[in-house]
């Protein structure tokens, strides 16, 4: 094995690569040749190509272990997010990081605040716990109804999870009305604030709660490198909070061992590559109006005001058969939800030929 061997096999893998750039097949975002994946809030475009040059450039360090580039990354995102190093934690993405909470202060029946709807596998990962989870129904808005959340808190509750913007409802609360919350939380509680969708809200509304850390408060913020910079497949997270409380997350943390060299790389890069965020919620906020446009022409209700990469919609037909149909009669894959008594589909938003055959297979179902 020479170095022409690992040029050839670098190239090769540049040339896989190169496949999720935007644009550079008809089959990005798809499973195979035919399936459009629209079910799992993915970046559709894939990865930039300095995220790719820096996979490619790591090949060559991938068999040592990612202590330097923990610590690059970790660095990275305190300067970025003006907090000291160690208020930072990695995690094998943000679910790890939300887990490690859950079983520090939402495990054995400890009382955990949530809205409902919210995303699944907090919830589902504090009933495996064991946790009590006390759901609060989201306002006639779909928003987390804050008023109410604060009011059906008990003594017990020892966490309190936010994900602004929400999944699946898209939608997102006022900052000053989300800061006082949480302030008025985290005097009893941990309060978590899952910002998996940050990068993807409009810039005037985008409001992080990362400012409550800074501040001394009681809070961690979850965020994820899988949404709008494309590493779902690559597992790469983050929390920020108090050093106190990073370091219990830390000493429960099993192994690290998920986060690579290669990883850890193409999460710099992508961090750092601005013009590429910023193009993907360009493009994703154009797909979403297409998409309500097409939602309402076909009567679908769908929810408002979604700042994410996904719209759900209250069907005009049964949620599963759609489901189904799409799956089975258009190879589209989409999710279907039960909350508030109705059955929802979810849809996460794909380039523009995946959104134009989900236009034609949604009016074919009509």
């Given amino acids: ?124 990962y504090v009933e495996r716990l064991n946790g009590a989870l006390i759901r609060v129904p989201v306002n006639h808005r779909w928003e987390m109804d804050l008023d109410e959340l604060a009011r059906r808190s008990t003594r017990r509750v020892s966490l309190v999870y936010v994900c602004n913007p929400n999944n699946p409802t898209g939608t997102m609360v006022d900052a000053a009305r989300l800061r006082q919350f949480c302030e008025g939380m985290a005097g009893q509680a941990v309060v978590v604030v899952d910002e998996a969708y940050y990068e993807l809200v409009e810039d005037s509304r985008r409001t992080s709660m990362i400012e409550l850390v800074r501040k001394g408060a009681r809070v961690l913020v979850a965020r994820t490198f899988s949404k709008v910079f494309g590493l779902a497949g690559l597992r790469v997270g983050y929390g920020i909070a108090q050093p106190e409380l990073t370091a219990q997350l830390r000493r429960i943390q099993t192994d690290i061992a998920p986060l690579t060299q290669l990883s850890l790389a193409a999460a710099r890069a992508a961090y750092a590559d601005s013009d590429y965020v910023a193009l993907s919620r360009q493009r994703n906020a154009q797909a979403r109006a297409q998409l309500y446009q097409v939602l309402n022409r076909l009567g679908h209700r769908a929810i408002p005001d979604s700042q994410t990469n996904f719209v759900t919609f209250d069907p005009k037909g049964a949620a599963e058969r759609i489901v189904a149909s799409l799956r089975r009669d258009h190879n589209i894959s989409v999710r279907s939800f039960q909350f508030l008594g109705k059955s929802w589909v979810r849809v996460s938003l794909g380039t523009g030929e995946e959104m134009s055959r989900l236009t034609a297979a949604l009016e074919a179902l009509s």
């Fill in 1 to 124: 094995m020479n170095r022409r061997y690992w040029l050839k096999r670098s190239a090769l893998a540049a040339a896989a690569l190169a496949l999720t750039r935007p644009g550079a097949s008809a089959a990005t975002g798809r499973v195979g040749a035919s399936l459009i994946k629209l079910d799992q809030n993915e970046n559709p475009y894939g990865i930039s190509p300095k995220t790719e040059q820096a996979i490619v450039a790591a090949v060559k360090s991938a068999h040592r272990y990612p202590g330097g580039e923990l610590a690059a990354l970790r660095d990275l995102i305190a300067e970025r997010e003006q907090v000291p190093r160690d208020c930072v934690v990695l995690g094998a993405g943000s679910t790890e990081v939300l887990s490690l909470a859950c079983w520090l202060y939402g495990a054995d029946g400890k009382e955990v605040l949530v809205a409902e709807p919210t995303y699944a596998g907090f919830t589902g």
